[in-house]
């Protein structure tokens, strides 16, 4: 990926990412997770699956999947089942082409964490159906700032007509993000979190497994 538009905001990187997949695959149905927020905007806000969120307002052609919840999901940690209802949204309630999968590890929903290898399965899905995936995730550490990074061949439609942010890659924003990104890297907060989050979830599984539960 070589290709980077600067936006204002998360939601606004949202909506250019599914202009784009739109444009580049040719097609209109987006599919999104149930359980996810991706915006509040007129676009964003139909593949947003929370209804704490969502207006009564026509939302477009949006298939929501079912959430891969490994904890208490209705498949547990089965992946080939949730990405079944993937392609079964496909097959019966698209033409088999869609425009894209939007996804991520959810916030908003309650940070709910992915069925093992989920993506994979469902990226190969969306890929056969000729949709564009876009992992939604934020940067800026609460400054104005979002980007969409792709290649230059999705890019590429985009130059078909004029595309215009008004403080897309603001400096000072922009010296915001690079600052977050040094510090991530000089602090390794990456491995932390993942130490962290490590030690966490074992601790959690540990916890479950003495004391009875419906969750598999």
């Known amino acids: 990926m070589q290709v980077v538009y600067f936006v204002n905001s998360g939601i606004e990187a949202n909506e250019l990412a599914m202009l784009m997949a739109r444009l580049y695959s040719g097609n209109l149905g987006m599919i999104a997770l149930r359980n996810a927020y991706h915006g509040g905007t007129s676009n964003t806000i139909g593949l947003t699956a929370l209804n704490t969120w969502k207006y009564p307002i026509p939302q477009g052609e949006i298939h929501h ?4 919840d490994p904890y208490s999901g209705i498949f547990g940690s089965n992946t080939a089942l949730y990405a079944k209802d993937v392609q079964d949204h496909i ?4 033409s088999g082409k869609v425009a894209g999968f939007i996804g991520a590890i959810q916030g908003v929903g309650g940070a709910v ?17 000729d949709g564009v995936c876009i992992a939604d995730e934020g940067i800026g550490n609460d400054f104005p700032l979002g980007a969409v990074v792709t290649t230059p061949e999705i890019a590429g439609v985009m130059a078909l007509k004029i ?9 000072v924003y922009s010296v915001g993000g690079l600052t977050v990104l040094r510090v991530i890297d000089k602090q390794k907060r990456q491995a932390h979190c993942a130490d962290v989050g490590s030690h966490l979830i074992g601790r959690l599984r540990a916890l479950r497994e003495r004391h009875d539960s419906n969750y598999s």
């Open 65 to 68: 999947v079912v959430n891969p």
């Open 91 to 94: 097959d019966f309630g698209s």
């Open 113 to 129: 964490e992915l069925a093992p290898g989920y993506l994979k399965h469902v990226y190969d899905i969306v890929g056969k159906a």
């Open 163 to 171: 595309q215009f942010n008004t403080f897309g890659g603001n400096l």
